[in-house]
Structure formats: C-alpha cells, structure tokens
C-alpha cells in the first residue's frame, strides 16, 4: 500500500495543519478476503483519516467511479466516498461518510445496474429499497442525516454493504455469483503474469 509521508513541519508555525496532495490507492479485486471482512466504526477522527479520505476520492474519481468504500483498499475502517453527481467539467458533489448506517429505508423497491470497483467489467440487475435515509459523520466531525432516492440512494447502500463485506454478486444466485467469481480470479491470474 502507498503510504503518504508527512513532510518536516516548519518550525516556527508548529501548529499550523499539514495538508498534503491526495494520492490514488490501488484498489482490491474480488475474491480478496479483506472485502469480505466487517469494518470497523471511527471513534477519534484524524487528520490520518481526513487524509485517506481525499485518497479515496481521487482514488474513485480516477477510477472512475462513483462510490468507494475503505475496505476496497484494504483498510478496514467505516468509511465511504461516493459522488453521483460529478460529470465531465463539473465539481459534483463529493460526499464523505464515517460510520454511514441506514435509519430508514422505503417499502418501494428499485432496480439498477450495479457495478463495482473490485468487480471491473461485470454489472448486473439489483434491487434494493428506492430511498433511504442514511445517518453519517461528516469530515468535520459533525453528524448528518440524509434522504437519498434514484443512483444515490442505490449507491449508498452498496457502499455500506462493502463495510460489513457484502458485494453486490451476493445478491445474485449462486451460478452466476460463482461465474463471474471465477472470471474475476482469471483476471487477477491475467494481471499478475503481465506484471512480471
Ligand atoms: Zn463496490
């Protein structure tokens, strides 16, 4: 993993915050057994954490894509990126969420594509509540409570599945999830011999 080193602090402004460049992250591919493992939640936000989550949004902007979540670059800690509104030329709306938990989901469902960081090329149909109401802990610190409906609602919830280790083939029937498990592993094996 790279790791972001932190310059030498000037000495007469000891206090004054370090900022660095956001750097991307190299993201994991299914099957990984950190994918699958349960985050843990944020108890003491950092200046470490702030600083991997400006990571994990250019990580998901260059990708690219529109939701992250730490556990797809092997850090197992709750939280998550996500941004459905950023297009070509605009600033979007880059969200960051610490400990993101869904508080109220709706009865109607809805269906779209899904797709994934750490399952390159593979989409499928997935339903799941149409809104959701997501309660989180913004960069500041401070608590956030949201309702999301259309792509942000379907991508909230995929991202906080990542966190307890759930993708979004575990929604599909078993064949399919062990096809697209098995193209993923020949993918890997692909990537790993053209490294060398
Ligand atoms: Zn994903």
New binding site residues.
């Given amino acids: 993993m790279v790791r972001w080193v932190q310059p030498h602090r000037c000495l007469r402004e000891p206090f004054r915050a370090v900022t660095s460049p956001a750097m991307k992250r190299p993201i994991l591919i299914h099957p990984d057994p950190r994918l699958k493992k349960t985050a843990q939640d944020v108890t003491d936000l950092s200046d470490e954490l702030r600083t991997l989550a400006a990571d994990m949004l250019e990580t998901m902007y260059a990708a690219p894509g529109i939701?992250l979540?730490a556990p797809?670059i092997g850090i197992g800690t709750r939280l998550i990126t996500l941004d459905c509104d950023k297009e070509e030329g605009t600033t979007g709306r880059p969200l960051t969420m610490f400990n993101p938990q869904v508080v109220a989901q709706s009865d109607t469902l809805s269906t779209y594509e899904e797709g994934?960081?750490?399952?390159p090329e593979v989409y499928a149909d997935v339903e799941r509540p149409a809104e959701v109401t997501v309660r989180w802990i913004d960069l500041n610190g401070a608590a956030q409570e949201e309702t999301f409906d259309g792509l942000w609602a379907t991508c909230v919830q995929?991202?906080i599945d990542?966190l307890d280790g759930k993708?979004?083939i575990d929604y599909l029937k078993p064949l399919k999830r062990q096809m697209i498990t098995r193209k993923m592993q020949k993918l890997k094996r692909e990537r790993a011999r053209d490294k060398v």
């Fill in positions: 939701g979540a797809q994934c960081l750490s399952i995929h991202e990542h993708l979004f």
